[in-house]
């Protein structure tokens, strides 16, 4: 049991660049989420997923589009990179309870220049 | 959007002493969960307590206990018998009860622990 897992661990990109985060859990949680972690803030939710197929957006949605082909992986996708976008970037998953915990993954440190 | 609050960017702690983190939201639901996360130079988040609101009861675990104030809107970690593997970054987080995938962050606060 592997739990959330996050490939890379660590990207460069250039500005106008894209490409994608990958996530995976094998704990068949129906529940995923993609987070960015700033400098001096929190962790802001950018997309989640209540299921295969069911998206929708968090709190900073611009720039970055996600989908959910199966139960297991919720791969974030940025189309044309920003120096903005320079983040943490933690991929998350959860139970369908109410009381169930969220499991977090390792992160991804991605700086666009 | 529920926001939340931690007004202490750092703190620090002597080996063994207790410590208490704070915390404040902003929500107009009644019914909802508030979460200390603890994050260590790994990047790891990870839960280390959890409190439901419609529980008057404060949750403890081993040595992290809350101070929840419904009505003042507050939610404080307190660690005690600090021990040098609790330094890190601490996260206040909410979590309503009607939507199970939006948390909301507070941005933080840098524990350290001396010796």
């Known amino acids: 049991n592997a739990g959330v897992t996050q490939t890379p661990k660590f990207q460069v990109l250039k500005t106008g660049q894209s490409m994608t985060l990958q996530c995976a859990q094998d704990?068949?949680?129906?529940?995923m989420s993609w987070y960015r972690q700033d400098p001096g803030m929190g962790l802001r939710l950018i997309h989640y997923s209540v299921g295969a197929g069911i998206t929708d957006q968090g709190e900073v949605p611009n720039g970055y589009n996600v989908s959910r082909s199966t139960t297991e992986d919720f791969p974030l996708r940025l189309l044309s990179a920003a120096p903005s976008q320079t983040s943490v970037y933690f991929c998350a998953s959860k139970g369908p309870h109410s009381t169930d915990t969220q499991y977090f993954g390792p992160g991804t440190r991605l700086t666009v220049l | 959007a529920q926001t939340v609050t931690q007004s202490q960017p750092e703190m620090s702690v002597q080996e063994a002493e207790t410590v208490t983190l704070s915390c404040t939201y902003d929500t107009s639901e009644s019914d909802y969960y508030l979460f200390w996360y603890k994050q260590p130079p790994s990047r790891q988040m990870i839960l280390v307590i959890r409190?439901?609101?419609?529980?008057?009861q404060n949750a403890t675990e081993n040595r992290f206990s809350v101070n929840f104030q419904k009505a003042a809107k507050s939610f404080s970690l307190k660690i005690s018998d600090s021990q040098l593997g609790d330094a890190a970054m601490y996260f206040c987080a909410y979590r309503s009860s009607y939507n199970f995938n939006k948390f909301y962050f507070g941005s933080g606060t840098k524990l350290n622990v001396k010796p």
């Open positions: 704990m068949n949680h129906e529940y």
């Open positions: 409190q439901e609101a419609y529980k008057q």
